[in-house]
């Protein structure tokens, strides 16, 4: 049994209906844009926003039931919610901010988040990777059952981002609780969680790994909004470019700096696919058979080793694509960045 | 050249401005010498004056505080049918001409007023007691006090109460332990503005409470009685008046640098804040 779940949860909204069935058993990210209602989604889980029908349970407790009249106050859900401006107590210390929640001493908290040195201040006095831990672990001090993290990562500058992503990457991998985040940036989701959910006008579009989402996009939201093929494996600089050998073996060359392990996006409308091989500027060729090809619209995924391209109708029926053919897909150093 | 001459202008018209606020003010302390003020203290009218107008107030303020408080909070986080009835009422005292709220106070617990037959069979006669004096002072400066609460509560992140509740806080606890101190400021500020209001209460005291010495004779009343008989008298309750005005204007300060950077307890009076 999933550890939390929600059942056909309708929330009203001004302008639409959230309604939405998922259930939480390890790491989740809701990904969709701004005003989809993915904060409301927190906020019904957490019981800050009660729903008009539905059942959301916790480890087989019922949290809230709208047939049974059952809605837990949010002090009595054992729930780590942390909110997207992190909402530390301004009048209190941090560490009066995590023991609020323990009634107890910090210190392992503090210790584990490397927040010691940070005890007395202020939260005014913290930079935003700092506030971001004092949140995080004043909200998994009060031990909870489920966390959830309302865009944990869009209060940072993009340079202190990268860092923090990797930081709550492994804080998130090591909770053993079920993890909900929300967020409306693809990359972020994909490299905080095992499954992405899209949600759009408060409805699930599609859920699944995020390899999934780039090479079968449901429907063409879905294939906008998913974006970059995410490629893990080792990065090794040499002659001012970086190579990075990737789980299968193939290895690919990125303009971008990066040493040890690393993600490499690259946009499926960036890669080339051709039947011989290419006489061109790219600097990255993958030469594998077709393992999937996904219509939506007009448009076409063909999935081709680690990465996915984006074709049109027209550009497949010229080449006369199957799968299982072996094909050419090439890519420019320059379209790929590194993320994480 | 034309830039000097409007710097000029200005400047001359803004101490002229402050010459006339702070002329009178002057005049009371420089009318007679501090002795002779702190002389007149001891005379019955002007200590009898100061307990009534001390007593009163402080009770009166207790019992703003105490219902106005929760009726803030309510009014500043629900919102429900009514709501802005309930507003117009809370501030209906502030814009009513005191006498009025005099009158008013007699129509409702006078003896021949609305509730006047209910007090009279449990034997209590309000008009003309200290108890009138209370009342009168609560019913006219319990708007600024309520007022100031609500605008603090609604400043309050409703994140934050949130969050506490997320950490397993319930209500009580989220409003005593951050509810309150983030608006501490703005209620001091508030409390500050109400004694001010209160101490200088005069036309619904008198017409509901009368002016008699040691029992409803408030400081501003007995400057009037005592105005055509002691004049140094009622410079020295004036004088005393002002000094009550001053330590609660510093309170008002204190409470609004307090609300506005609960972080760093700045006491920074009269200046920029240090935080900038």
């Known amino acids: ?340 | 050249m034309k830039r000097a001459l409007v710097a000029c202008f200005v400047t001359v018209v803004c101490v002229v401005t402050l010459a006339f606020l702070a002329l009178p003010i002057v005049a009371i302390f420089a009318h007679t010498t501090p002795g002779h003020l702190i002389d007149q203290l001891s005379n019955p009218v002007v200590r009898d004056a100061l307990v009534v107008s001390l007593k009163t107030s402080l009770i009166a303020q207790a019992l703003i505080v105490c219902f106005g408080t929760p009726t803030a909070y309510l009014l500043a986080t629900r919102r429900f049918f009514g709501h802005s009835v309930a507003i117009t009422l809370v501030e209906l005292p502030l814009v009513l001409p005191p006498a009025v709220a005099g009158i008013a106070l007699l129509a409702a617990f006078g003896r021949l007023g609305l509730f006047g037959s209910t007090l009279d069979a449990l034997g209590l006669t309000l008009p003309f007691t200290q108890t009138a004096v209370t009342i009168a002072v609560a019913y006219v400066a319990s708007p600024l006090y309520i007022r100031q609460a609500i605008a603090a509560f609604e400043a309050t992140d409703p994140n934050l109460t949130a969050a506490s509740r997320t950490l397993g806080a319930g209500p009580t606890r989220t409003f005593f332990r951050v509810v309150l101190p983030l608006a501490r400021g703005g209620l001091i500020a508030g409390l500050a503005l109400s004694f001010a209001r209160g101490l200088g209460e005069f036309g619904a005291t008198i017409m509901f409470a009368g002016s008699l010495q040691r029992v409803t004779q408030t400081l501003p009343l007995a400057i009037y009685a005592e105005f055509d008989r002691n004049f140094n008298a009622t410079l020295a309750m004036s004088g005393v008046l002002v000094l009550l005005s001053v330590a609660l204007l510093l309170g008002l300060r204190i409470g609004l640098t307090w609300q506005r950077s609960p972080s760093k307890r700045s006491l920074y009076l009269f200046g920029p804040s240090p935080s900038g």
């Open chain 1, 1 to 340: 049994m999933a550890a939390l779940a929600l059942e056909e949860i309708v929330v009203p909204l001004r302008t639409f209906t959230l309604r939405l069935t998922f259930a939480v058993d390890s790491a989740i990210a809701l990904v969709g844009p701004s005003g989809a209602g993915k904060t409301t989604v927190l906020r019904a889980i957490a019981g800050l926003v009660r729903p008009e029908s539905g059942r959301i349970t916790s480890n087989g407790e019922v949290w809230f039931d709208a047939a049974m009249d059952v809605s837990l106050p949010p002090d009595r859900r054992r729930v780590g919610l942390v909110f997207q401006d992190y909402a530390l107590f301004p009048h209190l210390s941090v560490r009066q901010n995590i023991e609020y929640a323990r009634h107890r001493s910090a210190d392992e908290y503090l210790d584990r988040f490397s927040i010691r040195h940070l005890e007395r201040a202020r939260p005014s006095d913290l930079s935003g990777g700092e506030r971001q831990r004092v949140a995080l672990a004043r909200a998994l001090a009060r031990e909870p059952d489920v966390l959830l993290l309302d865009e944990p990562l869009s209060a940072l500058d993009a340079h202190t981002k990268a860092g923090v992503r990797a930081e709550l990457h492994d804080v998130l991998r090591g909770l053993g609780i079920p993890v909900l985040l929300v967020t409306h940036d693809f990359e972020d989701a994909a490299a905080l969680a095992d499954r992405v959910g899209v949600i759009v006008a408060g409805e699930l579009r599609q859920i699944g790994a995020p390899g999934d989402l780039v090479a079968q996009p449901s429907d063409s939201f879905v294939a906008s909004f998913t974006g970059a093929n995410l490629l893990n494996g080792y990065g090794e600089r040499a002659d001012g470019v970086t190579r990075v050998r990737l789980l299968d073996g193939t290895v690919v060359t990125t303009a971008d700096e990066a040493q040890g392990e690393v993600v490499l996006a690259v946009y499926p409308w960036d890669i080339t696919v051709s039947t011989v091989v290419p006489n061109d500027s790219a600097m990255n060729l993958i030469n594998a058979p077709i393992r999937r090809i996904a219509e939506f619209g007009n448009r076409i995924r063909v999935t081709i080793g680690p990465v996915s391209a984006e074709i049109t109708e027209e550009s497949l029926r010229r080449l006369g694509l199957e799968v299982g053919q072996s094909v050419y897909a090439s890519f420019k150093a320059t379209g790929t960045r590194v993320v994480a």
